[in-house]
């Protein structure tokens, strides 16, 4: 998902988001270029992730999410902000848009009890039954995303991306935590959401095409023969 959000901004240059929290939030590409050219020769950067790679990738570098993790990070939205202050609302609006990506992915991928301390990020806290501020968090960040796929939006996602994010949004984080115990019947005291996703059956997939020479589009028996 990180990088299709990254591909789709590449490719379109700009999104038009509804309000989030009575805050304005947009996303323009020559923004973030602008930052990474401000900055260049400068022995002090704020946005210092970015580089010419992460802005002008092409389309197979982009299934690196590297690229991805640099073009969303926390120091690229504190740059936004900071030189906000400077060139004016549009850097501001931007540096929203990132900061609910970096928040999201942060939420839905803890897989640590300890992450929030170490990294001084609330957002990494584990769900508790004291503590539901996660649960809370995405059941507006879907209302958001639900918001920005209805008014049909002139510069959007991509039609597959809202189909994916919106069932990755609703029942993987809700889900877990209200059917695990359940399930379990145990009462669990807290749950990782990083834990519950599908990296172990695609490191699975991982080994099969490898095992079928690094073929990526494999037939039904080269799987059963793997």
Known sequence: MLKV?????????????PAYENEIVSARFNI??????????HPFKYAHRLNHK??????????????????????????????????????LSTS?????????????????????????DASRKPVTKENRSQLNFLAAFLSWVQQWQAKQWKKVLCRETFCALLPYVCYKPFGAYENLPTIC??????????????????????????????????????????
């Open 5 to 17: 959000l990254y591909s789709n901004l590449l490719n379109q240059k700009e999104f038009e988001c």
């Open 32 to 41: 973030i270029q602008e930052l990474f050219e401000l900055e260049i020769g």
């Open 54 to 91: 992460v802005l002008h990738s092409n389309a197979i570098e982009r299934v690196n999410v590297e690229l991805a993790c640099r073009f969303y990070s926390e120091s690229t939205k504190s740059a936004l902000v900071h030189f906000s202050e400077e060139f004016g609302k549009d850097w």
């Open 96 to 120: 929203r848009f990132i900061r609910l990506v970096c928040q999201f992915f942060n939420t839905v991928n803890n897989k640590s009890l300890f992450k929030a301390v170490q990294k001084r």
């Open 185 to 226: 019947s145990i009462d669990l005291p807290h749950v990782l959401l990083g834990k519950i996703n599908s990296d172990l059956i695609d490191r699975e997939f991982v080994v099969l095409r490898q095992l079928a020479g690094a073929n990526f589009y494999l037939s039904m028996r080269q799987f059963i023969e793997g």
